[in-house]
């Protein structure tokens, strides 16, 4: 027998086994005499117009689910599906439209039953109707993420002449100040991600959509750090300047969660939420333009890298309005949280080898560990302004 074959042979073994489990082995007495297992995600509520309202429901269940009666506000109301049977297959999304005379401001609960009696529920907390992408709202949207991301991280750069200035203990402090504000981010990045795959649908494994997320992030930019022999070198300006960019990419990632909680707030009618959200994290991510410019303290970068910077960090804020405003996908948004977690904690390593390298100085001086507890304070601090 030729070697791939023998390959080939233990899956070809494992697929009969499983094949003769589902057909004829003891499952087949359990669903017989048990209802399947079955679960509805319900991601998202649209109100377009007056007298509707849309759900947007995945099957993360290991069976078709039938949607039997649609509740609102302890009331049985009529509904129609996307498609002419109400049967969702494992794994499908659907469009319930529900023509209900929702009322302006105030809370709605709906309510799914399926044919097995198991029930689904959400709750719209204020209801209002959910904006549309128009080139108004956009615009809005858009401001709202410059106001909120992009102009405070421009102006968090505008540290850097100050920091050429300092001696290289003090460049140090600062060093270990960003590793502080990465150290309070990749947190809080990590606690996003893990609030949103409570969210994902059970098939889609949120958890595991977690893993997977910091484990592409920390492991390409690793590939793509140790492959370039400029950027491996943390004591060139090249190998600095790499790792600037990567600050502003993991803090981009940050910011697109944030733009995700601005812009859902105001779709939901929660205006004050959203107001005090964007004075929170304009003030938050002040800090932010600092920690890109640290590394770079010593060097001369041209402008249009710090504009990069300024922008690979900023402007994500504004593509997180535009999904938290208009669609929201529980998938992809854990993904991009757990992507930046891992591109935060990869940059750590990164900046934690550069105060490291610092000639005839211990890591553990009063001035980095300083840094360090300073940066932790600092977001915490701005952190409470932010309201959620």
């Not at 794994?91 to 609960?109: A, D, Q």
């Not at 910091?214 to 790792?243: E, H, Q, V, Y």
Request: hydrophobic share 50%.
């Amino acid at each position: 027998m030729k070697a791939w074959m023998w390959g080939i042979l233990p899956l070809g073994l494992m697929a009969l086994l499983l094949f003769i489990f589902f057909s004829f082995g003891p499952l087949g007495v359990f669903q017989t005499n048990f209802p399947p297992v079955e679960e509805l995600t319900i991601e998202r509520a649209i109100l377009p117009r007056a007298n509707e309202i849309i759900l947007h429901v995945t099957n993360g269940g290991p069976a078709p689910v039938t949607v039997a009666q649609v509740i609102v506000d302890d009331a049985l109301w009529q509904f129609s599906m996307n498609k002419s049977e109400t049967t969702i297959s494992r794994l499908g999304t659907r469009r319930i439209v529900i023509p209900y005379p929702w009322v302006e401001g105030e809370s709605h609960e709906i309510t799914l039953l399926t044919a097995t009696g198991l029930t689904f529920s959400h709750e719209i907390a204020v209801a209002t109707t959910s904006p549309k992408p128009d080139w108004a709202t956009l615009s809005t949207f858009t401001l709202l993420g410059v106001y909120a991301g992009v102009i405070p991280v421009l102006l968090g750069l505008l540290f850097y002449p100050f920091l050429r200035t300092l001696e290289k203990k003090w460049v140090n402090f600062f060093l270990c100040l960003t590793l502080g504000l990465l150290a309070f981010l990749m947190i809080d990045t990590l606690e996003e991600a893990f609030k949103t795959a409570s969210k994902v649908a059970g098939a889609y494994q949120g958890l595991s959509l977690v893993s997977f997320g910091i484990a592409i992030s920390w492991l390409g930019l690793s590939f793509l750090s140790n492959n370039n022999p400029t950027r491996c070198d943390k004591t060139t300006a090249s190998g600095r300047s790499w790792i600037a960019f990567v600050i502003a990419l993991g803090i981009g990632l940050h910011n697109l969660g944030e733009g995700l909680a601005i812009g859902s707030a105001y779709a939901i009618g929660e205006i004050s939420l959203g107001a005090f959200l964007v004075v929170g994290f304009t003030l938050h991510n002040l800090t932010e333009g600092l920690g890109i410019v640290a590394p770079i303290a010593q060097d001369r970068p041209p402008l249009k890298h710090l504009v990069l910077y300024g922008a690979i960090a900023g402007v994500p804020t504004i593509l997180g309005t535009w999904i938290g405003g208009f669609t929201y996908g529980p998938i992809w948004i854990t993904l991009f949280f757990a992507l930046g977690a891992g591109a935060i904690a990869q940059v750590l390593y990164e900046v934690s080898r550069v105060v490291s390298s610092s000639e005839g100085e211990s890591w553990a001086t009063r001035h980095n560990i300083g840094g360090f507890l300073s940066g932790l304070a600092i977001m915490y601090v701005t952190g409470i302004l932010v309201v959620t």
